[in-house]
């Protein structure tokens, strides 16, 4: 399509909008998501889960778009912003920073899976809502630069093919840049430090997306994790959790996944474990099998009122969770963790 001499001046003017390189993504995730599948299929075995594409198509979730898109309950928990800035304010009235680590969606990483060219950032509108937090004043961390320069990194990829978390190697990432963020605090100078040693092992899973899929499966996912433990070679004997940790990292199943075991695929290699490593300290984990929208305050502000002294000895909050919980989550309520 030709431009007018008209449209060429506004685009060199730069009054002529550019076009939207997510548009394409959300096209595309709306068509694969509509499929009766549980589980979407696309090229070289990368499996995704059709909610988390239908985030990605729905457009914006926040303000007055929320209630049209999401899957709370109730129209009023819809909208993710004011949950979070009413978090924010209480934490602020107690001292503790909050740091907020969307995990970005596996597609906005391997878009190239699903036949879309992910060259660039997919991820416009959350790109938008992230400047809303911060000029709000949330700290947030943005990790999909860092995931698309490693999505084809020596250790493997920085998502689970089989599976709907990020990869061992990609919580290795996001615990470098929380470290970041906090290594110079002045508080953590006066914390106890442990010595950790790391050992990096390949290991077989049974993905929650493989075990969706229907007929004949295909062979199990192998994946390399950064075991993390005491002792005289790495992961000998785990780093326990610790309520009186200055951190705790909070959220949905991305801060189990790798740590807990089970279900969560292996013990000693998840998020909690890599940053425990980083900043020399253990750290508390409350940490969801499900929403980590509004579930894991309701969890955080049961262990505050069960320990009136709890939240005294509390820093730093890193809530961690899947994008797709702006949307797909049952809601976005306020919860009273600080007790007025």
Not at 90 to 100: A, F, N
Request: proline share 6%; with cysteine.
């Amino acid at each position: 399509m030709k431009l007018t001499l008209f449209a060429l001046l506004l685009l060199a003017t730069g009054n002529l909008p550019a076009a939207d390189p997510g548009a394409a993504l959300r096209e595309t995730s709306a068509a694969r998501a509509a499929e009766a599948s549980p589980v979407v299929t696309g090229s070289d075995g990368w499996l995704f889960l059709p909610a988390e594409l239908r985030h990605i198509s729905v457009g914006k979730f926040w303000g007055d778009a929320a209630a049209g898109v999401s899957k709370a309950t109730k129209p009023e928990a819809a909208d993710p912003l004011p949950a979070i800035l009413d978090f924010k304010k209480q934490l602020d009235s107690l001292g503790i920073e909050l740091i907020l680590l969307p995990v970005p969606a596996k597609a906005f990483v391997y878009a190239n899976a699903l036949d879309v060219p992910g060259a660039e950032r997919l991820d416009t509108l959350h790109q938008e809502f992230y400047e809303k937090l911060r000029e709000n004043g949330v700290t947030v961390i943005d990790l999909l630069p860092e995931l698309l320069a490693q999505k084809a990194g020596e250790n493997g990829p920085m998502f689970c093919k089989q599976d709907t978390h990020w990869s061992g190697m990609a919580t290795v990432v996001a615990a470098e840049k929380i470290a970041a963020l906090l290594k110079d605090k002045p508080w953590l100078k006066d914390v106890p430090k442990i010595k950790t040693v790391t050992t990096l092992n390949e290991v077989e899973i049974s993905g929650d997306l493989w075990g969706m899929l229907p007929g004949d499966k295909p062979a199990k996912e192998k994946i390399k994790l950064r075991f993390v433990g005491t002792g005289e070679s790495g992961g000998t004997t785990a780093i326990a959790e610790d309520k009186k940790s200055p951190v705790i990292l909070m959220g949905d199943s991305h801060t189990l996944v790798f740590h807990s075991g089970g279900d969560m695929l292996a013990s000693g290699a998840g998020l909690a474990d890599q940053l425990a490593h980083d900043l020399q300290i253990p750290i508390d984990v409350i940490g969801v099998r499900g929403s980590g929208a509004t579930p894991s305050r309701i969890n955080l502000m049961r262990r505050a009122k069960g320990d009136p002294t709890y939240l005294a000895g509390k820093n730093a909050l890193i809530w961690c969770f899947t994008v797709r919980e702006f949307t797909e989550s049952t809601g976005w309520s306020k919860v009273p963790v600080v007790k007025e």
